[in-house]
C-alpha cells in the first residue's frame, strides 16, 4: 500500500510519496522554480517528518523505521518559501 499527495502549477508537479512495505519516502521534483521540493510525512504519534528533493528530480529514502500500523498522512510543496504552492495532507495509510 501506499500514500501519494501532489501539487500542480503550471504544466510543472512535485509528489510524495510513502510506501508501507519498507517505509519508502520518494520526492519527485518536477517544478522548473531552481529550489527543493519540500515534503512532509506525519506519523501518528511520531510527528513530521520533512524530507527534501535536494535539487534532484527523484529523491528516495529508505527504511524510516516507523512502528507498523500507524496512521500516515504526506503533503508536498513547491519550496519552503513565501508563495510556495503546496498540496493538502492526503488521507491516512498505514505504516
Known sequence: MYTMAYCQKGGSKVK???VEEGDRVTVW???????????Y???A????ARFTSQGHEI???????????KSVKVKVCTSKLPGAVCS??????KT
Open 29 to 39: 521534483d518536477e517544478f522548473d522554480n531552481g529550489r527543493w521540493t519540500i515534503a
Open 59 to 69: 529523491n528516495r529514502y529508505g527504511n524510516q523505521g516507523y512502528d507498523e500500523g
Open 16 to 18: 510524495v510519496s510513502y
Open 45 to 48: 504519534g511520531e510527528g513530521t
Open 88 to 93: 493538502g495532507w492526503s488521507p491516512a495509510g
Open 41 to 43: 510525512v506525519k506519523v
